[in-house]
């Protein structure tokens, strides 16, 4: 049978459809895990790379932390933080945290460092306070990049919430470990299919963000 079959099936599938085990349940539980490991990191994350951007101090030590966060392999930490913590959302939260930090971290330091100092000096000369420079010149500018921080971490936190399942979670991934426990495998590719869509989803839902959020004249020049 095609992978094609097995996914045609998996959808037409009446019982994938409904109660506890159904699609639109699974689904709304992988995204309730995915954005709050999301909006920990971007809590965490963002305050820290705009300012140290906008100040220019501490890059080295916020380049070291990243890529020491980018090393950590997440299943290795969960089943870490699983045997440390027990079974619970915070063992699935600190590995989906600490994979969604370096993307923001590094690009929202990168954005504020790129912006042009001629605007900056020009707000400066004009009257504007620190905090007006940061959040009504820098920050609008910065606003593509910061964006793609977060569109990054974003995929990368939906495609790995399929690990919750693993320690007796929900979410997609619940699909994809059923699936293989049971050797169905029209579930399994069913599950995957899920996920590889959810993650093309974030890509449209931070597009259309952009679209939103960033003035014309910024996005023009990208």
Same mark, same amino acid.
């Given at each position: 049978?095609?992978?094609?079959?097995?996914?045609?099936d998996?959808? !037409?599938?009446?019982?994938?459809?409904? $109660?506890?085990?159904?699609?639109p349940?699974?689904?709304?539980?992988?995204l309730?895990?995915?954005?709050?490991?999301?909006?920990?990191?971007a809590?965490?994350? *963002? @305050?820290? $790379?705009?300012?140290?951007?906008h100040?220019?101090?501490?890059?080295n030590? *916020?380049?070291?932390?990243?890529t020491?966060?980018?090393?950590? =392999?997440?299943?290795g930490?969960? %089943?870490? +933080?699983f045997?440390w913590?027990?079974?619970? &959302?915070? @063992? %699935?939260?600190?590995?989906? %945290?600490?994979l969604?930090? @370096?993307p923001?971290?590094?690009?929202?330091?990168?954005? +504020? !460092?790129? /912006?042009?100092?001629?605007? /900056?000096?020009?707000?400066?000369?004009?009257?504007?306070? =620190?905090v007006?420079v940061?959040?009504?010149?820098?920050? @609008?500018?910065?606003?593509?990049?910061?964006?793609?921080?977060?569109?990054?971490?974003?995929?990368? %936190?939906v495609?790995?919430?399929?690990?919750?399942?693993? /320690?007796?979670?929900?979410?997609l $991934?619940?699909f994809?470990?059923?699936g293989?426990?049971? !050797?169905?495998?029209?579930?399994? /590719?069913?599950?995957?299919?899920?996920?590889a869509?959810?993650?093309?989803?974030?890509?449209? &839902?931070?597009?259309?963000v $952009? !679209?939103?959020?960033v003035?014309?004249g910024?996005?023009?020049?990208?």
């Open positions: 049978m095609s992978i094609l079959q097995f996914i045609s998996f959808f !037409r599938d009446s019982a994938h459809w409904h $109660g506890q085990t159904g699609i349940h699974r689904l709304l539980e992988h309730q895990y995915s954005f709050m490991a999301l909006g920990i990191a809590g965490i994350a *963002l @305050p820290v $790379g705009l300012i140290t951007g100040t220019g101090r501490g890059g030590a *916020l380049a070291l932390i990243a020491a966060a980018r090393a950590l =392999p997440s299943y930490l969960l %089943v870490l +933080m045997f913590l027990g079974i619970g &959302l915070t @063992p %699935v939260m600190i590995p989906l %945290v600490a969604a930090v @370096p923001i971290l590094v690009n929202s330091y990168e954005a +504020m !460092r790129t /912006v042009e100092p001629s605007p /900056v000096d020009a707000a400066r000369g004009m009257g504007m306070g =620190p007006a940061l959040f009504q010149v820098e920050l @609008p500018v910065a606003l593509p990049l910061i964006l793609s921080g977060l569109r990054s971490a974003a995929i990368q %936190v495609s790995t919430t399929a690990i919750a399942a693993t /320690v007796s979670l929900g979410g $991934g619940r994809v470990v059923d293989l426990y049971q !050797r169905n495998y029209e579930i399994v /590719v069913g599950g995957a299919t899920l996920i869509g959810l993650a093309l989803a974030m890509i449209a &839902l931070f597009w259309l $952009g !679209r939103l959020a003035s014309p910024v996005r023009g020049g990208r």
